[in-house]
Structures are given as C-alpha cells and as structure tokens.
C-alpha cells in the first residue's frame, strides 16, 4: 500500500470519527431543548422563537404558519424552523431566501447553524422539495440538504434579498 493510500484513509478515518461525533451530540440526553440540560446551555424561550416566527411569516406571503426549536448538535447551537406554506407552485430560490434572512435577521449570533424545513399547508406531513430553490443559491454558499435546508451563520450572511 503507499503512502498516499495510507494518508486518504487516515485523513478519511479521522473524518468520520469527527461527523459521527458531532452528530452523537444531538442525541444526548439533557442537550435537546426541554432535556434538562445545564443553564448555560439552556436554548431558547419561546419570546426568542416568537421574533423569528413573526419575521418567517412576514417574509413571503406564502407562508401561513412557522414554528421554531433550538437545540445543540455538539457545540453548536442550532436553530430549525418548520414552515408551512400555501400553493402548490414548488418553493422558490427567492421564497428560500427571503425566508432564510428573516431568519438570520431574527435570530442571535449565537445560533450557529439553521434549518428550514417546507412543509405544505393542505398536507403538513408532507415536507416539500427545496432542491430547486438550493440550487438557485449563490455559488459560494454552502448548504447542507437532507429534506431541509441547513446553512451555517457565516453562509446566511452572504444571502442577499433578491432582487
């Protein structure tokens, strides 16, 4: 085996250690919101949410109702807001956005990271399709998607209200 080969799967070792053990942090007991966890890392009230809410809803006129919860994933805080939105037009890289500075705008420096999860309003166990809206992002954002869209702080700072 060479050494390059060796060096890949020790890079590639260390790699998923660190994903398996940011993502076991969002497991733990007492972490979640509500879980009893420590007052320094207590999350959110819901005066907090009720800013980000009222901000979600006046973002685009599509959205008919948001909630919002914090937790930790390892150390970061984390904020995920479930949106429901009317129509059946797919949602928009301009919805998105508009809803994902809202988001920003409402929230603290502390939320680290953020989700928004599309939900529709005749259906709410349906979760709606954003790829076509992340995709539409600008190129130097970086978002994760796994039926939501999760950005990090510095990536919601790029957004740009369209225009």
Not at 17 to 36: F, N, R, Y
Not at 86 to 109: F, H, K
């Amino acid at each position: 085996m060479s050494e390059s080969t060796t060096l890949r799967r020790v890079v590639g070792a260390v790699a998923s250690v660190l994903l398996v053990s940011s993502l076991a942090g969002c497991s733990i007991p007492g972490i979640l919101s509500g879980g009893g966890g420590s007052s320094s890392r207590s999350a959110a009230s819901s005066d907090d949410l009720q800013s980000v809410t009222s901000a979600v809803l006046a973002a685009d006129s599509r959205v008919t109702d948001a909630s919002g919860t914090v937790s930790y994933s390892g150390a970061a805080r984390t904020l995920t807001v479930a949106v429901i939105m009317s129509g059946e037009d797919p949602v928009t890289t301009s919805t998105l956005t508009a809803v994902l500075i809202a988001v920003r705008d409402a929230t603290p420096a502390d939320i680290q990271t953020v989700t928004v999860i599309a939900r529709e309003a005749a259906d709410e166990e349906k979760i709606l399709d954003l790829s076509g809206a992340i995709a539409g992002l600008p190129k130097d954002v970086t978002p994760l998607w796994d039926g939501g869209a999760t950005l990090s702080r510095v990536d919601l700072e790029k957004l740009k209200p369209a225009q």
